[in-house]
């Protein structure tokens, strides 16, 4: 693939040079687009969730359940993307509008390529999967009819998360907040005609809120390739002169490998974790779930600002400006941490009011309101692992936030979790209380490797 029409340069199609001009200014700028767009990403269980919940306990744990094992697919491709995100911003920043296309045409090989691999799983392995869980039966029906759609569907969602990842990485974080915008009112819209057979549609039940989800990404998807190919974002695509290239794939993948390991045994320890909850009955796994969808909103703000110093610090690196690729990491951490603190102390005050919107059973309430106040703790420095995760991995520098979440999860985070049940009168609570040792140390960590600076000098 390769640019067509567009100027060379910084200066490329309709685009900011952000490698100049206010950091301040720039990052709020590149985020809160990301914001709007990672939030209505995560909307979608949510949405799920909510209206599921009239479907009862069994429901919410089935899609809770499933929906961890979505959400690993989701963060395993967001983390093999990583390297398409350093090198096209790279290459944008250094001015090579011609080099960065060409990455964005290997981006889809490998996307088409994890796409078949997962379909493949939701066809053969979805309900093996959720039975390793020791789920009651009514629970992994409902589960695995969710997780059996969405992994069919994969296509459509891998192929809408390239498209949005390539047009942030090039500058753009317009164009996909209008995106996701678009896709996600036909989500809100459609969700519960389908699961409770509104009008002229059928009585899907959970099933519903998995094909509400694939038909919306499928338009996301759709969008997102046509803007790219007609040139009205950052890049212009096209398939003249495209030839799959190993070499650039390999180093797509290098890059990314370490941070799909990260997301995907960070993602598997949320499975594992459900393993320890599920024995404390539906209740407590259904207040674990209404906690993640909690925390998946909670958590944008990082995650988004955190993408667009993660911007800043690859085209500031392409155009040989370390100092400033720095500076605009320390200010998102500065932005971030203050909205998780206001976030903390909103919590502690009305953290029943919180899960009511889920459901408002009595003995749910109080066990994912107590969930919601343990967690405060790590919420306090989600602002560091959160933001220097994002901003290392937008430097392509990788490895060393996965040898951090490697040690923490297996050397933390899961032998807390099943020692503090037992050792302890904690009960489940044990398990919330290891989830908040899983941020604390791993933003320390971070926060001491990101000093040393070893990430300016990283090649890509």
Sequence with gaps: MEELGGSAGREVAFGRDWTKGNIFRNLLSLSWPMIVTNTLMMVGPTIDTIWVGRLGAAAIAGVGVAGIAVQLVIVALMGLLMGVRAMVARFVGAGDVKGANHIVGQAFVISAAFSIVIAAIGIFLAEPILILFELEADVVVEGAAYMRILFVGALAMS?????????????????????????????????PFLIFGWWIFPRLGVSG??????????LGGAIGLWILFSGRSRLRLSLRNFRIDLNVIWRIVRIGLPALVSSIQRSFSQFILMWFIAPFGTLA?????????IEMMLFMPGMSFGMGAGVLVGQNLGARQPERAEKSAWLAVGLVEGVMIISSVVILVAAETMVRIFNAEPALVEIASTFLRIAVAGYIVQGFMGVLTQTLSGAGDTVPPMVISLVTV?????????????????GVYGVRWAMVAGVV????ALTTYFKLGRWKRKKV
């Design 209 to 218: 809120a998995a094909v509400t989800n694939i038909v919306s990404q499928s």
């Design 159 to 191: 192929f809408r998360i390239v498209a949005e990842a390539i047009m942030q990485a090039s500058g753009d974080t317009i164009t996909p907040m209008k995106i996701a915008i678009g896709y996600r009112i036909l989500h809100v819209a459609l969700c």
């Design 285 to 293: 796994v259904a207040a674990h779930t209404i906690n993640q969808r």
């Design 441 to 444: 140390v791993p933003a320390v």
């Design 410 to 426: 297996w050397a933390v985070t899961l032998p807390l979790a099943y020692f503090l049940p037992k050792a302890t009168d904690l």
